[in-house]
């Protein structure tokens, strides 16, 4: 991975590119200012791309952790409609809201050693919520 956070988006073309890229990008280069993966034990990187995509049925969702490379990749969903009705800053707050949802709820399964996925949600938390991205997610 190029950086400890990668962020990036697969979008429709209708997607505006203040939700596709500068969205993604101010998300991207918060993480990498404010939060140093290694405080939080053995990860390399983290790497999320967010799918706003028509096709419902064309990128599954996904969540894996790589062992060796000692890296978190995921590929989440969010929802075209919601997306297209919605403002860049509302599709911001969703972006912030849905890495939080998705870390705190697939990091549990995972069991990653060496890794306290607890408190570097809870700091991603925060760091979003001093943003404004979003109110407080519930662990």
């Known amino acids: 991975m190029r950086d400890p956070f990668v962020v990036s988006s697969i979008s429709w073309r209708e997607v505006p590119l203040e939700v596709a890229i500068d969205n993604v990008v101010s998300i991207e280069e918060l993480l990498k200012a404010k939060i140093q993966l290694s405080d939080y034990g053995d990860i390399a990187g983290v790497a999320f791309i967010y799918v706003i995509e028509q096709e419902e049925d064309f990128y599954q969702d996904g969540f894996s952790y790589r062992p060796k490379l000692k890296e978190i990749h995921t ?65």
């Open 75 to 139: 590929q989440i969903r969010l929802s075209y409609h919601e997306v297209q009705k919605s403002t860049p800053q509302e599709v911001l707050h969703m972006m912030a809201a849905k890495y939080i949802e998705t870390m705190q709820q697939w990091l549990p399964k995972k069991k990653i050693a060496n890794f306290d996925w607890k408190r570097f949600v809870k700091d991603v938390q925060d760091v979003f919520e001093q943003q404004g991205w979003l109110a407080a997610v519930e662990a």
